[in-house]
Antibody
Framework: QVQLQESGPGLVKPSQTLSLTCTVS??????????WSWIRQHPGKGLEWIGYIYYSGSTHYNPSLRSRVTISVDTSKNQFSLKLSSVTAADTAVYYC????????????WGQGTLVIVSS | SYELTQPPSVSVSPGQTASITCSGD??????ACWYQQKPGQSPVLVIYQDTKRPSGIPERFSGSNSGNTATLTVSGTQAMDEADYYCQAWDSSTAHVVFGGGTRLTVL
């Protein structure tokens, strides 16, 4: 059974960098064939795709966040990570990691989500 | 950038059929998928590649996609189907993922 688990600080100060890691079990990122995404959901709002990475390191980002986002992969640890710089209160959200085949084929596995609050 | 539009809310009586639409330019030329999200839970994929149901998803969930509109249909709606539903597509021209704004399905 594939499982994804987000981890990282739940509280980040404004202007700092939000850093989260997604640990994958039950599947190997380095096997290829899947894209690994970060998605967020502001409180009471809809889903917003942040970006995805392939095991090779190839990435694609949401244009609205591109200037502040970096997604990386560590195949030795079977993890991928999100860094979002210069955060503001508007970045307060539940952050999910998720897996998809071809990106248009849907996210079939999701992490439980982690709430990140940006506040001083 | 590519956009998907959903109605904010849809209401249905138990046992009836609910239809939730998702509109986007030439959406029928792309694959659409649908997610169900209940309060405090992660989204669950209920339809992918327009019409396919993942293992474990009840047959009462079905999908279609043509022209500019994808539709999620819930037949014989049950109280447990009350949730937020999101459509999603992939814009192959930009390789970007796009979500609709979500529709709250209320079973009255």
């Amino acid at each position: 059974q594939v499982q994804l688990q987000e981890s990282g600080p739940g509280l980040v100060k404004p202007s700092q960098t939000l850093s989260l890691t997604c640990t994958v079990s039950g599947a190997s990122i380095s096997s290829g064939g899947y894209y690994w995404s970060w998605i967020r959901q502001h409180p009471g709002k809809g889903l917003e795709w942040i970006g995805y990475i392939y095991y090779s390191g190839s990435t694609h980002y949401n244009p609205s966040l591109r200037s502040r986002v970096t997604i990386s992969v560590d195949t030795s640890k079977n993890q991928f990570s999100l860094k979002l710089s210069s955060v503001t209160a508007a970045d307060t959200a539940v952050y999910y990691c998720a897996r998809s085949g071809v990106p248009g084929w849907g996210f079939d596995y999701w992490g439980q989500g982690t709430l990140v609050i940006v506040s001083s | 950038s590519y956009e998907l539009t959903q109605p904010p809310s849809v209401s249905v009586s138990p046992g009836q059929t609910a239809s939730i639409t998702c509109s986007g330019d030439k959406l029928g030329d792309k694959y659409a998928c649908w997610y169900q999200q209940k309060p405090g839970q992660s989204p669950v994929l209920v339809i992918y590649q327009d019409t396919k149901r993942p293992s474990g998803i009840p047959e009462r969930f079905s999908g279609s996609n043509s022209g500019n509109t994808a539709t999620l249909t819930v037949s014989g709606t049950q109280a447990m189907d009350e949730a937020d539903y999101y459509c999603q597509a992939w814009d192959s021209s930009t390789a970007h993922v796009v979500f609709g704004g979500g529709t709250r399905l209320t079973v009255l």
